[in-house]
């Protein structure tokens, strides 16, 4: 009885937050376009500067780590299991959205190296959960190797 009670209960935040998350999916993605609208209207027309640039891409990455979480919660709600792979690419697009906004020369050293550092760590998890075991080597099938 508890344990039927627990899962309806789980269900039901589960279900409030993919709504939450597409709420705020929604509405960077409004702020998106309002950036871009505002950066490409204002004087000098149609063209916008670096700062603005590095704004517009970070606010698209930051839509894209939203649709990647959204994603993770959709998962969740469908399977009852957190898909590894789902949040190793939402983590690299958070990172590389921060690689790609850091202002490079107010930076300290460590930040650098912590950034890197955690792309590496992002990209070969990735990479040994996507091709285990040196899998990445072998020879298609059917290949005459």
């Known amino acids: 009885m508890m344990h039927k009670i627990l899962d309806v209960f789980e269900k039901g935040i589960v ?3 993919l709504v939450l998350m ?3 999916v929604l509405l960077a993605t409004i702020s998106l376009a ?3 609208v505002t950066d490409v209207l204002a004087p000098p027309l149609l063209i916008c500067g670096t700062d ?3 704004e517009i891409f970070g606010a698209f990455l930051l839509v894209l780590v939203g649709l990647e979480l959204l994603d993770t919660i959709k998962a969740y709600l469908e399977e009852h299991v957190v898909h590894a792979e789902v949040v190793l690419i939402a ?20 930040t650098l190296l912590g950034v890197a550092a955690v792309i590496i760590a992002l990209a070969g998890g990735y ?6 075991r040196g899998e990445v ?9």
């Open 52 to 54: 603005a640039l590095l």
């Open 127 to 132: 990479r040994l959960l996507k091709h285990p």
């Open 137 to 145: 080597n072998k020879p298609p099938a059917g290949s005459d190797e």
């Open 91 to 110: 983590g690299l697009i958070a990172v590389a959205r921060k690689a790609i906004t850091l202002n490079i020369k107010e930076a300290a050293p460590f």
């Open 22 to 24: 597409s709420l705020v």
């Open 34 to 36: 309002w950036t871009i």
């Open 15 to 17: 279900q409030v937050l």
